[in-house]
């Protein structure tokens, strides 16, 4: 058994649930600022072992949360939210979409899902994936252009690409 620290994301906040087992510690309401946060690093040190936080990924809303966790050299598991909702909804008839009951169902079931600790990339990496992505949008904004640049030269003067063109032969 380990202590899992379950976070059911909104914006601005997080409700949380502290585990260890099938046993709720604690639990209450988690804003996404300094104080919030700190208190949470509060309680993870008072913790006798390192916990796991387990979170859903819920777009720009995780990502304070996931900044924490990498700052701080955390173990944390971000879920797919499909994966969390098929986690949430096994067992039960119905789906009740709470912050408080998926929190502690997130917490309830980590010991029977496998779910894989998020793996901390090297700044580099970051870097690169960022630039890559900057140089494809670069691409297509400058195919856009080129379209545009082609379009006006045809209403403007078609016949302006048989003084330039190697296609054609006089």
């Known amino acids: 058994m380990e202590?899992?620290?379950?976070?059911?994301?909104s914006m601005g906040?997080?409700?949380k649930?502290?585990?260890y087992g099938q046993t709720c510690l604690?639990?209450?309401?988690?804003?996404?600022?300094?104080p919030g946060f700190q208190m949470l690093l509060d309680e993870i040190l008072s913790l006798p072992e390192e916990p796991i936080i387990v979170f859903e990924a819920t777009g720009i809303y995780s990502k304070p949360v996931e900044t924490f966790c990498q700052r701080n050299q955390l173990r944390y598991s971000l879920l797919n939210p499909l994966e969390a909702k098929k986690q949430l909804e096994e067992g039960t008839l119905r789906s009740w979409k709470t912050d408080k009951h998926d929190a502690h169902k997130l917490a309830q079931t980590h010991q029977q899902n496998?779910?894989?600790?998020?793996?901390?990339q090297s700044d580099i990496y970051k870097d690169?994936?960022?630039?890559?992505?900057?140089?494809?949008e670069v691409?297509?904004?400058?195919?856009?252009i080129r379209m545009y640049l082609h379009n006006a030269i045809q209403?403007?003067?078609?016949?302006?690409?048989?003084?330039?063109?190697?296609r054609v032969t006089p």
């Open 3 to 9: 202590f899992v620290i379950a976070l059911d994301v």
């Open 13 to 15: 906040k997080s409700y």
């Open 17 to 19: 649930v502290v585990y």
């Open 26 to 34: 604690s639990e209450g309401e988690l804003l996404h600022d300094k």
């Open 114 to 120: 496998y779910r894989m600790e998020k793996i901390q």
């Open 128 to 136: 690169l994936r960022d630039l890559s992505r900057f140089y494809q």
């Open 139 to 144: 691409e297509v904004e400058i195919k856009r």
């Open 155 to 166: 209403l403007s003067f078609p016949e302006l690409e048989l003084f330039f063109s190697s």
